[in-house]
C-alpha cells in the first residue's frame, strides 16, 4: 500500500524520509518564493521622458510656501474631508495651525499615509 504526503494542494508518495523533507521544502519554497510577473511596457505611447532638470524639480523638498498656495487656491466653501471645516475656515486660523499641516502634508509625501 502506497503512503502518500498531503502538503496543502500537493500530494506526494511517501517512499523515504527523503522525499519527505525534499516535498516539504519545494511546497514551502513555492508558496513563498516571489512571484514573476510581467512589468506593463510604456513603449510607443507617445509619452516622453521627463528632462533631468524637471526631474530635479518635482524631487526638491516641500516648502510651507507652497503648501499654503495650495490651500489657498482652493474653493473656501468646500471641505477636504468628513469633518465639514472648509478651506475658508483653515484659511483664518492658517496662522494657527499651519505648522501641523505642513507637516502632515510632508509626511503624506514621506509614507503615503494621511496620519
Same mark, same amino acid.
Given at each position: 500500500?502506497?503512503k502518500f504526503l498531503r502538503l496543502g494542494f500537493i500530494k506526494l508518495p511517501v517512499t523515504r524520509y527523503t522525499n519527505v523533507?525534499?516535498?516539504?521544502? &519545494?511546497?514551502? +519554497? !513555492? *508558496? ?10 510604456? $513603449?510607443?505611447?507617445?509619452? +516622453?521622458?521627463?528632462?533631468?532638470? =524637471? /526631474?530635479?524639480? *518635482?524631487?526638491?523638498? *516641500? /516648502? ?8 489657498? #487656491? ?6 477636504? $474631508?468628513? #469633518?465639514? %471645516?472648509? %478651506? !475658508?475656515?483653515?484659511? =483664518?486660523?492658517? &496662522?494657527?495651525? &499651519? /505648522?501641523?499641516? %505642513?507637516? *502632515?502634508?510632508? !509626511? %503624506? ?5 494621511? +496620519?
Amino acid at each position: 500500500m502506497k503512503k502518500f504526503l498531503r502538503l496543502g494542494f500537493i500530494k506526494l508518495p511517501v517512499t523515504r524520509y527523503t522525499n519527505v523533507k525534499e516535498g516539504a521544502v &519545494n511546497f514551502f +519554497s !513555492s *508558496l513563498f518564493c516571489k512571484p514573476t510577473c510581467k512589468r506593463i511596457e510604456m $513603449g510607443g505611447s507617445g509619452f +516622453s521622458k521627463i528632462p533631468e532638470a =524637471k /526631474s530635479i524639480w *518635482l524631487k526638491r523638498p *516641500l /516648502s510651507m510656501e507652497e503648501v499654503k498656495q495650495a490651500v489657498w #487656491d482652493c474653493d473656501g466653501s468646500k471641505a477636504p $474631508g468628513p #469633518d465639514g %471645516f472648509t %478651506f !475658508s475656515f483653515y484659511k =483664518k486660523v492658517w &496662522n494657527i495651525i &499651519n /505648522s501641523e499641516v %505642513f507637516m *502632515l502634508v510632508k !509626511s %503624506f509625501f514621506r509614507t503615503g499615509k494621511l +496620519s
